[in-house]
Each structure stands twice: as structure tokens, then as C-alpha cells.
């Protein structure tokens, strides 16, 4: 009796909520990223305490929520490195499906 070849599957990986690309980063963005962080090549957040370290993403400094406008004005950039970064956002989207810092005091249930 023949016995059935074992099959490789990849490993399950679950779908991301909304991809990068749905949230308006397109290759335009990487382009743009890429040539700001070119000329930013520093962490604005670690020069302003002194540290150079390199710049990895390009960041939103007023949340764009998904207005162009905001999104592509180069004003409202800031070169970070990946750990300014996640620090910023974190505090901005509450981090991990918490509420944003800036509305606890109206939440009413995490205040002190
Ligand atoms: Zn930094």
C-alpha cells in the first residue's frame, strides 16, 4: 500500500486587520518615506535628547486618520527611529486596543 508523501504547508499566518497599503501606504508612500528619510537621517526625537540614531520610519507628526491632505504634507513629517516610533503611537492609539491617552479624562472609567 503506497504511502501518502507528507505535505508542507506554510506555517498559518493570520491576515492583518487593514494592511499597510489600505491605510494609504502605497509605493508612493515608500518612495516618499524613503527619499525623506534620505534626507532626514536622523531620529528627530533622539537628536532632540542628544542621541544620533538612525532614522527608520516616517512619522505622522499630527495623526493623519486617513485625510490626504495631511497625510502627504511634508510639514507633518518627522523622521523617527522604530522605537521613538511605537512609543508615539502607543501613546496616541492608547496601545494594544486601549483608548487614547488624550480622552482618559473624558472615559471616566480609567481615571485616578
Ligand atoms: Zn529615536
Known amino acids: 500500500m503506497p504511502?501518502?508523501?507528507?505535505?508542507?504547508?506554510?506555517?498559518?499566518?493570520?491576515p492583518p486587520r487593514q494592511s499597510a497599503?489600505?491605510?494609504?501606504?502605497t509605493t508612493e508612500w515608500d518612495k516618499a518615506s524613503r527619499r525623506f528619510r534620505r534626507d532626514n537621517p536622523f531620529c528627530a526625537?533622539?537628536?532632540?535628547?542628544?542621541?544620533?540614531?538612525?532614522?527608520?520610519?516616517?512619522?505622522?507628526?499630527?495623526?493623519h486618520k486617513g485625510d490626504e491632505r495631511l497625510f502627504w504634507l511634508e510639514a507633518n513629517w518627522a523622521a523617527l527611529c522604530k522605537p521613538c516610533h511605537d512609543r508615539?503611537?502607543?501613546?496616541?492609539?492608547?496601545?494594544?486596543?486601549?483608548?487614547?491617552h488624550q480622552n482618559a479624562s473624558k472615559a471616566g472609567c480609567e481615571g485616578k
Not at 4 to 11: A, G, I, L, S, W
Not at 21 to 25: A, H, M, N
Not at 45 to 63: E, F, M, W, Y
Open 45 to 63: 526625537q533622539c537628536l532632540k535628547d542628544g542621541r544620533l540614531t538612525a532614522s527608520q520610519v516616517v512619522d505622522h507628526i499630527k495623526p
Open 88 to 100: 508615539k503611537t502607543s501613546a496616541e492609539d492608547g496601545g494594544f486596543g486601549n483608548r487614547a
Open 3 to 14: 504511502i501518502k508523501p507528507k505535505t508542507h504547508r506554510p506555517p498559518y499566518k493570520a
Open 21 to 25: 497599503r489600505e491605510r494609504g501606504y
